[in-house]
């Protein structure tokens, strides 16, 4: 079936410009993930979605950061004017059952490179 | 959450199983133990989980240890397409702030 998809799969922005990063989770899922992974680094823990609220949000390194989910489904990570220490693959994740089931794997997507030159 | 120890580095030929293996001696009685690979350039892939029992999926088996203090992830005929870094995790219910570690960097080669 289909997986959590994201878009775009690159984006190169100048510095200061804003962008929307989008997720598809799995159809169904009521629970969605935003991770970052910088090069060469593990995972970073941005903001938990358990349908369309946000319990979690602690991840997120700055107010720039924000994201939404509507309709319990698509989530738009959205940062405002962009530094070069953003630049990381922004990596969104679902799972049918969100926080205390650990017997819901989460399932990643491809992720969106950004490139803040 | 658990600490969990794996090689850096394993190569497997083409064809044959590849073994896999994670020690995470501190594990508590809630914590499943869940495996990830992540190949160049795309996402975190879930590959299989288990609490206590012995698992298998259409990519995988996962043998745990009696005493779960470590487990195998098997592929059973590895090809040149699971050339991947292999990430053992154990998680609690808890913690959806997934901690990776270096993982174990598994090399098919033909």
């Known amino acids: 079936g289909a997986g959590v998809s994201q878009s775009p799969s690159n984006k190169v922005t100048e510095k200061g410009k804003d962008v929307e990063l989008r997720c598809d989770p799995i159809s169904g899922h009521t629970a969605l993930y935003w991770y970052r992974q910088s090069l060469g680094q593990g995972l970073e823990f941005l903001i938990y979605f358990q349908g369309n609220s946000a319990p979690d949000k602690s991840g997120l390194p700055s107010d720039r950061f924000s994201a939404e989910r509507t309709g319990g489904s698509v989530s738009t990570l959205t940062i405002q004017r962009t530094q070069q220490e953003d630049s990381a693959v922004y990596l969104c994740a679902s799972s049918a059952q969100g926080w205390g089931s650990y017997n819901s794997p989460l399932h990643f997507g491809n992720g969106t490179r950004l490139t803040v030159t | ?110």
């Open chain 2, 1 to 110: 959450d658990a600490k969990t120890t794996q090689p850096t580095s394993m190569d497997c030929a083409e064809g044959r199983a590849a073994n896999l293996p994670c020690n995470h001696s501190t594990i508590s009685g809630n914590e499943y133990v869940y495996w990830y690979r992540q190949i160049h350039s795309q996402g975190p892939q879930y590959i299989i989980h288990g609490l206590k029992n012995n698992e298998t999926n259409e990519m995988a088996s996962l043998i745990i240890t009696e005493d779960r203090k470590s487990s195998t992830l098997i592929l059973p005929h590895a090809t040149l397409r699971d050339t991947a870094v292999y990430y053992c995790i154990v998680r609690s219910g808890s913690n959806y702030k997934l901690t990776f570690g270096k993982g174990t960097l598994l090399t098919v080669n033909p």
